[in-house]
């Protein structure tokens, strides 16, 4: 079956420059739900003729001519230029408003007429080429805009409002219509048009063209369908050159590569989100949006990366580098964040990922406290801010919260800071949904109630606020509390039989890695407050910590490589302090001195440090701790040493 050739496109279509199926309403713009129309004429195609009137060229006289896309006219070798303005429009609408002009009928034509309309307006482009120079400025002007509609009748006003075209004009302009000329005029008069002031008509609102920025690099020229006057010398700036000029080439490969590397890690914004968004031209002129587009695109330049990616990490840390100053550029007006928004306080943190893996650590930090301070005007930790939201707006708010909260924490361990969201983030209140229907929130679940434990006040601790002598916040009860409901299976842990089911092998590792580091944590936390005994509780004991390396080796070795490398250089910290803690201990810690010392000499620790070794070199962020888990590893290889040759 040959296809139905369709005539001509809607003027949504375009103007947004999509496929049209030529009905009306048609099929784009009933999906949009945009109102189709067919108003706005077609243009004919093909050059302008040059033969449509006879011009005189003499040596006084350099007739200029001002082409269609309202390019400032050149002048001969020899004259003197003058200001050029967009002025010289209004002297050009009183000769283009003729009646003579071919196949035009004032009583029948119709706008949805095209035939006719195109007619009509390549007779006034043809008219506007031939006598664009030689027209000089009406003096009256301004008394002839304001005139009255009966006044406008009487002198033989066309369609065209505002503009009346009377023989009196054609004396002062000197034209003769029979023969196409015009009267000689000085250079001085010919070229004094271009300083005067133009009123525009007071009753013609002319719609604004829509220009792509980037059209001088080969796109096709927009539809002239306005008058003269209103046709801007340069386009108006788009919100983003560098999303329109990469939106095909790098932003929507690296966008899947987002959703496949960092979405399980990071899942605030769906897929079908995004992407829908991204499909709409209209939210290409959203600062906000856009700004969290390109930050997730940053963030996915650089992290994770896979082993073949490696070698091509600086080019990629450069666009990384790119994207984020696209981004900085987006927000640096004045009122940005006067309204806080999920994408605001997102970008924020997309921001934060990405310096920290570059290894901006102070300034990930800032970023990260732009983040959680959006999410503090939005409210994320008050249940009464979810009521009245939309579903889906409510479970990206909790995510979010949930993913500001555990970062949040787990920063103030690693980095010594403090937290704003305080209170449990496990609460039977903001957990408004079933973690069995809801994978992608169901690690966050988990994480959140391991962090619940790590309060303001554990925090103050770990900080050093306190004297360890005489504080009363971390109790020996307290502790035991705690390293307890950290104790036992991942069902035993976190309250439900199908807590791994259905994740992934990268949420795995964050979630049982950030499980073991959180035990050893707490108990490092109670061996500087003097809690740790021997022969007491098992849990205060030296026998736990290695009892916690050797389920972070047991859970490493079942993993791939691959899930482990998904993660930055925080998850080969965490991995570092569980191997540490015992070399840390003998050189700070004179009550466990020498007990750590005889850990030390065992086999089992030493083949756990090796083992622990090897992951973190072996990760593409290990570089800079091979060095101390080097130290560690000869620490504990001498004090065996010793061992034997004692014995």
Sequence with gaps: MVPRLIKRACDQCRTRKVKCSGEEPCDTCTKSCLECSFLKPILPKGPIPRDITKQRHSDKHVPLRISRSSSPAKLARGVQPQAWSSDTWHDLNSSVLNTDIPNWNNDV?????????????????????????????????NTTLQESPSESA???????DGLPHTTEMEAMIGYNETSGEVSSTNDADLLSIFNQTVIPPLTYDAPQPL?????????????????????PFCPPEDVSPVLTLTLETLVKPQLEIFFDRVYPMIPIFSRSFIFGRLSDVESHQNRTFVALILSMVSLSLIHPLKPEEVQHRPTRAKQSQTMMDEVIRLRSKWDWASQPSVEAST??????????????????????????GIGELLRLDDVRAYIGIEHDEARRRMRLFWVLGITERAYALQRVGSITFHGSLYTPAIKMLDPAQDLPSRTLLHLAKLFSFVDSNIVSC????????????LTKQRVLSILRSLNGTPGQVFGSEIALTGLSEVQQADLLITWQWLRNRVWRLAAGHGLTEEGGEEE??????????????????????????????????????????????????????????????????????????DFVTSHRSGVSFVQPMSQALSVAQSARLLCVGSS
């Design 109 to 141: 034509w119709q706008p949805t007429d095209t035939s006719s309309t195109s007619a009509v307006l390549e007779g006034f482009w043809e008219e506007i080429c031939a006598r664009s120079c030689q027209t000089p400025l009406i003096n009256n002007v």
């Design 154 to 160: 009487s002198t033989g006003t066309t369609i065209l």
């Design 540 to 613: 205060l004991s030296v026998e736990y910590v290695v009892e916690v390396a050797n389920t972070t080796v047991l859970i490493c070795r079942r993993l791939s490589a691959n899930a482990l490398e998904a993660h930055g250089c925080g998850f080969v910290e965490k991995l570092y302090d569980i191997a540490s803690i015992v070399t840390e201990l003998i050189q700070t810690s004179t009550q466990l001195q020498n007990k750590l010392v005889e850990v030390a000499k065992t086999d089992q620790w030493t083949d756990l440090l090796q083992s622990l070794y």
């Design 347 to 372: 970008t924020s943190y997309m921001l934060f990922g990405t310096m920290f893996e570059l290894g901006h650590t102070e300034g990930a930090r800032l970023k990260l406290r732009e983040s959680i």
């Design 211 to 231: 220009y792509n920025n980037f059209s001088i690099l080969g796109s096709a020229r927009p539809d002239v369908t306005s008058m003269p006057w209103s046709l």
């Design 462 to 473: 770990w900080n050093g606020k306190c004297d360890p002598s005489t504080c009363t916040t």
